[in-house]
């Protein structure tokens, strides 16, 4: 995908970063699920099992979710995309255009869902 290269990605490895648009953010993550090149931080392991999440409600998340908020930089130079369902967020950052990290997942306590 040669439209990565806004994202902050040459040769595999990030320089200035930008982040990427929301629709450009969720076809990333989607291609990358497909592709099983999936790391799940142990913080994120952690809030699953005490959240009584499972991977594949994490995985159903990002597939069927939405970025809704702008992404959040982080001290390393790059960015968290918060996918969003009516029940459930899950955090995730792009270490390259190739592999995702599932940072953490939650889910909505007491919104109302239709």
Known sequence: ?????????????????????PREAGELARR????????????????????NLTLTDVENTIRCGAVREKPESTAQGMFKYRFETNRMAAI????????MLIWTAFRFEGRDVA
């Open 92 to 99: 995730v950052m792009f270490r390259s255009e190739d592999e």
């Open 32 to 51: 990358i699920l497909d592709s099983d090149k999936v790391a799940v931080t142990k913080h994120a392991r952690k809030r699953m099992k005490e959240r």
């Open 1 to 21: 995908m040669s439209n990565l290269i806004h994202c902050g990605w040459v040769n595999g490895r990030s320089n200035s970063p930008m982040p990427l648009a």
